[in-house]
């Protein structure tokens, strides 16, 4: 069974940092072009970060440019987002999201990606 499982979110304060990991059971990552996305409460899905198979394109969104990074770990069949200097309108459910990475497909968009995580929980308050 294909499966991601995304850890590490949690009640931080302004200007703090959490990192997000995407691990994967089932299959390997290797090949796969990972994406994370974000929905706060009543608004629509949001393209946060994605990276390709390869680790050498990366895409952010404006609003995270300069605070968050994507990186991707082979070796421990892992993904993940680190999120620094964050903001109470980071406040969101996390997701990541994975596809078998195709060339010259749009992997900002989520239509583009079969397998999803649970979320999870990233609350920036004071």
């Known amino acids: 069974q294909l499966q991601l499982v995304e850890s590490g979110g949690g009640l931080v304060q302004p200007g703090g940092s959490l990192r997000l990991s995407c691990a994967a059971s089932?299959?390997?990552?290797?090949?796969?072009?990972i994406g994370w996305f974000r929905q706060a409460p009543g608004k629509e899905h949001e393209g946060v970060s994605c990276?390709?198979?390869?680790?050498?394109?990366?895409y952010y969104a404006n609003s995270v440019k300069g605070r968050f990074t994507i990186s991707r770990d082979h070796d421990k069949n892992t993904v993940y987002l680190q999120m620094n200097s964050l903001k109470p309108e980071d406040t969101a459910v996390y997701y990541c999201?994975?596809?078998?990475?195709?060339?010259?497909?749009?992997?900002?968009?989520?239509?583009?990606?079969?397998?999803w995580g649970q979320g999870t929980q990233v609350t920036v308050s004071s």
């Open positions: 999201a994975a596809n078998w990475d195709y060339s010259g497909r749009d992997y900002t968009k989520k239509s583009q990606y079969t397998y």
């Open positions: 990276i390709s198979s390869s680790g050498g394109s990366t």
């Open positions: 089932g299959f390997t990552l290797e090949n796969y072009a």
